[in-house]
């Protein structure tokens, strides 16, 4: 196959703030943008690819979820201390009607705001379910969500009612936010050709305690479809995507020390279904000034300083095609080692991956492309170069562009007291073919 280059521009445009608001924080994030040096890279297919204007969103917020309603218009709804509490989460939310271009808050989504599952149906039909689920008393493998429901975009929303999620298995294990309660919901989900929807969630059945490294360390995750025939009421376990005991190569399972979450589905135009999934955080390699996790990185006189660890594992691809019943054993996507996938097929056959916190020196919120069904994958292009939670999303604006977003933050991990300086960012992303006609 012949290799060809990817053409990149880059321009940035900063939004107006008050001396006020203006930071240290602001400064570093300036300069950093200025000082990218985004460069040309290989890509695979003869596709030239152009990056926009970032500009920024939402002030005070990070981990963007991204959900195009069925008249185009576009919510971004983001962690938040100043949001609407769901199910744990605080949220805030904004919403633009000229494809992103320009954005205002939107408070009828904060009542659904929520980084769990979100569907648009062909109808035009909204859904959201909540990402964490409890366990129904005296039912050992039935647990319940949130529900949210709406037929007008988004602007008369029902709900939250309960959703019910029903498994052959579970072991309860832990999480970032403490033990888990019930499997979480995660990516969007796939609407099927009988009005039925598939979508990820990941979970610990009982075979996956033999791979937890020693008492109360984390049970590494299996990804798994389920399944609803009644608009997201009930679920039932489908299939499982990936888990450890799936994994043939020993070195490759214990590298993957977090086993398979955070999953992204997508399904081609040939009836192939792909995943790709988060399978580490860090592989421990202690480095100095270079950007590693939130939670072991600060910044200081203009440096990242990292306390310990450092290289992410890749992430994590395996394909279907037999509508999600059965998977390829998960194989790890070179180049791309980060948190948070997000997948989007484009209407001219490109694919696109998302993903964040990459490290140094190609740290921060990174995109890579295929366009041959996710077979080969480009060379990553980092989007911004910094620190961030990692959390990024994507959704259409056209049939060969996207809308990127992403957030940049000053320093601390989940759960700081300096979210008022964090920004939320947009940037649009066009690819064009460019063989003969």
């Not at 389920?226 to 376990?237: A, C, K, P, Q």
């Not at 279904?273 to 939130?294: F, H, N, P």
Request: aromatic share 10%; charged share 20%; net charge positive.
């Amino acid at each position: 196959m012949i290799m060809k280059r990817v053409f990149l521009s880059l321009v940035f445009l900063f939004p107006t703030v008050t001396s006020a608001q203006w930071s240290a924080f602001d400064a570093f994030v300036y300069t950093h943008l200025q000082t990218a040096g985004l460069t040309p890279a290989p890509a695979v297919g003869e596709v030239k690819v152009s990056v926009g204007q970032p500009r920024m969103i939402f002030r005070g917020g990070q981990s963007p979820v991204l959900v195009q309603l069925g008249n185009g218009w576009i919510v971004a709804d983001v962690a938040s201390r100043t949001g609407k509490v769901h199910a744990g989460r605080s949220r805030s939310a904004v919403i633009s009607k000229d494809r992103g271009q320009t954005w205002q808050p939107w408070p009828e989504s904060t009542r659904t705001s929520n980084d769990g599952t979100r569907i648009v149906l062909s109808d035009g039909t909204a859904i959201a379910l909540s990402q964490r689920s409890e366990r129904v008393t005296d039912h050992e493998y039935r647990f319940t969500g949130f529900r949210w429901y709406s037929t007008d975009h988004w602007q008369t929303v029902l709900g939250p009612d309960p959703t019910e999620i029903r498994l052959p298995d579970f072991a309860a294990g832990d999480s970032d936010g403490g033990a888990t309660t019930g499997p979480y919901f995660f990516g969007r989900a796939l609407e099927s050709p009988d009005g039925s929807m598939l979508a990820t969630m990941y979970t610990n059945f009982t075979p996956d305690r033999k791979y937890q490294p020693k008492p109360g360390k984390r049970l590494p995750w299996r990804t798994i479809l389920v399944r609803s025939n009644d608009l997201g009421r009930t679920w039932d376990y489908y299939s499982t995507v990936a888990c450890q005991d799936w994994i043939k190569d020993a070195s490759v399972r214990k590298n993957w020390q977090q086993g398979f979450g955070e999953p992204a589905l997508e399904k081609l135009p040939d009836g192939k279904m792909i995943c790709v999934m988060r399978t580490g955080a860090s592989a421990g390699t202690k480095t100095t000034e270079a950007y590693s996790d939130l939670a072991v990185t600060a910044v200081r006189d203009g440096k990242y300083v990292v306390s310990d660890g450092s290289v992410t594992p890749n992430l994590s691809m395996a394909t279907s095609t037999d509508e999600g019943k059965t998977w390829t054993e998960p194989r790890p996507i070179p180049g791309a080692r980060s948190v948070c996938p997000r997948l989007l097929l484009l209407e001219n056959g490109v694919l696109a991956l998302s993903f964040g916190r990459t490290y140094r020196p190609k740290q921060g919120n990174s995109l890579m492309f295929s366009t041959n069904g996710g077979t080969t994958w480009s060379q990553r292009i980092d989007i911004y170069p910094g620190l961030s939670s990692g959390y990024t999303d994507i959704t259409p604006i056209g049939s060969n562009r996207l809308l990127y977003v992403y957030d940049v933050v000053s320093n601390d991990p989940i759960g700081s007291s300096n979210w008022e300086q964090n920004w939320v960012c947009a940037v649009d992303i066009q690819f064009r073919s460019t063989k003969a006609q």
